[in-house]
C-alpha cells in the first residue's frame, strides 16, 4: 500500500510536496495509517489530536496515543481539550455538529499561526460509500451523490481511493497500534448502522460492489460537471447584478424545462430548498417572496430579485432646525429662500412655522399615510407606492421626512400637502435632495 500511496501522491497530489502539513489524527486505525504513510513517503507532517472530552478516561487515553505516536515518528503532536458539550449548548446545535465546528476552528487558527498549507484527513473509500448512502436517503441532488471531494479548500484526502480493508492490511503487516473509539459500535447513530448493517450485506450481494461504486462516483462527477457548465451560461445569461442584488426575468425562467430542475440547479447554492413556493413564486404577484436561511428571493412584476437576507431594522435620524445640511442617512441641504422656486422630485418648499423640529427621518411603516402635494384627501402610502409603480426593493430603501410622526415629504417624490407654502407664509424652508 506504502507504494501505491506515493504513486497516488506523485500523480494525483503533487502538491503536497515540500509542503507543511496538518493532520488531524484521533489515534484511530485511519489516521494512524495515514501517519505512517505520510512519514514513510517524506512529507512534512504535524499531528493534531482533538479532545473532545466526551469519553472521560478514553478521550485522555486517545489524546496520550497521539502524543506518543508523535514522539516515536519524530514529527510534532498538537492537543487541544474542548468542551463539546458546553459549546453544542450555548449553539443549539448537535454534539457532532459542535466537535466539527470546534476541530475546523482549531484547524484554521494553526494554519494562521504556523503556516500549514494543507490539511489532511483519513477519509477512505468506505467513509464516502457510507456519505454516499446517507445523503440517498435523506433525499438530495447530484452533487450529493457525487460523494465526499478529495479536495475541498485547504482539506485534502489522500486515502480516499483506499478501502478500509487496504488500510487494515497494512496496519496489520506493520503492527501498527492504534485506539478503538468505543462510540463507533453505538447504533444510535445512523452511520454507525450504515457501516455494520448496510455496507456489509450490500458487499456480500456485490462483492466488487465498492469498486463498482468508485466507478459510479465518477460519472456522477462527470455529469455534474457538465450540468455545472450548462447552469453557469444559463447564470451569466439570466442573473443581472443591480446595486448588490441580483435580479432574474421570470418570462425566462418560466422557458426552461424541466423547471424543477433548474430551479434547483440555479438557487440550491442560496440555501432554497422548497421548490414548490419556488415555483409559485413565478406566478405570484408583486411583493410575494421566499427565504432560506440565508437568502431571499422577491417577486417584483416581471423579476425575481435576490438578495442576501438581511434584518429590516426601523431606523430613525435626528435634523435639527439650525444643521445647514444632513449628510447621513442620506444628503439633505435646507435653506432659507425668500421665494419660491420651480419643483422637482429632489426638492420641496415648506412653510417653515408649520414645522416643529427637530425634524425626523425615517423608513416608511406599514399603515404610514400622507396628503400627497397637489390632492384632496389622505392616502396610504401603500397605495401611493402601488400607484406610482415603486418596486418592493425601491420601498424598503425610502426614506420619510417627518414632524411631529407627519409625513412632511416621501423623499424624492412627493411633499405633504399640509405644509405647502401658502398666502400666509411668512418664511421659507427650501430641502433639497442631494443625489
Known amino acids: 500500500m506504502l507504494s501505491k500511496f506515493k504513486k497516488h501522491v506523485e500523480t494525483s497530489m503533487p ?38 472530552n466526551l469519553r472521560a478516561e478514553e478521550s485522555k487515553g486517545d489524546a496520550e496515543f497521539v502524543k506518543q505516536l508523535g514522539s516515536t515518528l519524530g514529527i510534532p503532536a498538537l492537543i487541544k481539550e474542548f468542551d463539546t458539550k458546553e459549546h453544542a449548548k450555548k449553539q443549539g446545535g448537535s454534539i457532532q455538529m459542535a466537535a466539527r465546528e470546534l476541530r475546523y476552528q482549531w484547524f484554521s487558527e494553526l494554519q ?15 467513509d464516502d460509500l457510507e456519505t454516499f448512502i446517507i445523503n440517498l436517503s435523506r433525499g438530495t441532488g447530484i452533487e ?7 479536495t475541498n479548500g485547504y482539506v485534502v484526502r489522500p486515502l480516499l481511493g483506499f478501502s478500509r480493508e487496504e488500510i487494515l492490511g497494512y496496519a496489520q503487516e506493520r503492527n501498527l497500534s492504534w485506539r478503538e473509539d468505543s462510540s463507533n ?8 448502522k450504515i457501516r455494520h448493517e448496510i455496507v456489509p450485506r450490500l458487499k456480500e450481494l456485490h462483492p466488487t460492489f465498492l469498486q463498482n461504486f468508485k466507478q459510479t462516483k465518477r460519472l456522477l462527477q462527470q455529469t455534474q ?58 406566478s405570484a404577484s408583486s411583493g410575494k417572496e421566499v427565504v432560506s436561511k440565508t437568502h431571499r428571493l422577491l417577486k417584483d412584476r416581471e423579476f425575481l430579485i435576490l438578495s442576501v437576507l438581511k434584518t429590516r431594522v426601523n431606523e430613525r435620524f435626528t435634523v435639527f432646525l439650525d444643521e445647514q445640511g444632513v449628510e447621513f442617512p442620506i444628503k439633505l441641504k435646507m435653506e432659507d429662500v425668500k421665494e419660491l422656486g420651480k419643483p ?8 417653515k412655522e408649520k414645522l416643529n423640529f427637530p425634524l425626523v427621518l425615517r423608513n416608511w411603516e406599514k399603515g404610514d399615510y400622507f396628503y400627497p402635494f397637489g390632492m384632496k384627501g389622505k392616502k396610504k402610502l401603500s397605495k401611493f407606492f402601488k400607484d406610482e409603480k415603486v418596486d418592493v426593493l425601491s420601498k424598503e430603501k425610502q426614506w420619510l421626512l417627518c414632524s411631529n410622526d407627519q409625513i412632511v415629504w416621501v423623499v424624492g417624490r412627493r411633499a405633504d400637502e399640509r405644509f405647502k407654502v401658502g398666502p400666509t407664509t411668512r418664511h421659507i424652508l427650501k430641502i433639497t435632495l442631494v443625489v
Open 15 to 52: 502538491f503536497l510536496k515540500g509542503k507543511k502539513l496538518l493532520l488531524a489524527c484521533s489515534g484511530g486505525l485511519d489516521s494512524v495509517v495515514l501517519t505512517h504513510l505520510c512519514v514513510n513517503s517524506d512529507l512534512d507532517t504535524t499531528l493534531a489530536h482533538c479532545n473532545f
Open 344 to 351: 422637482d422630485s429632489n426638492s420641496v418648499f415648506l412653510d
Open 185 to 192: 459500535e453505538e447504533s444510535k447513530y445512523l452511520r454507525n
Open 112 to 126: 494562521n499561526e504556523h503556516g500549514f498549507d494543507h490539511v489532511l484527513t483519513a477519509h477512505h473509500a468506505d
Open 144 to 150: 450529493g451523490l457525487t460523494g465526499i471531494p478529495e
Open 225 to 282: 460537471g457538465l450540468a455545472q457548465a450548462q447552469l453557469q451560461e444559463i447564470k451569466t445569461k439570466l442573473f443581472q447584478e443591480e446595486l448588490g442584488v441580483v435580479k432574474i426575468p421570470v418570462e425566462r425562467l418560466l422557458q426552461l424545462e424541466p423547471l424543477e430542475a433548474y430551479l434547483y440547479g440555479l438557487f440550491h447554492a442560496y440555501g432554497f430548498t422548497d421548490w414548490e413556493a419556488m415555483k409559485g413564486l413565478l
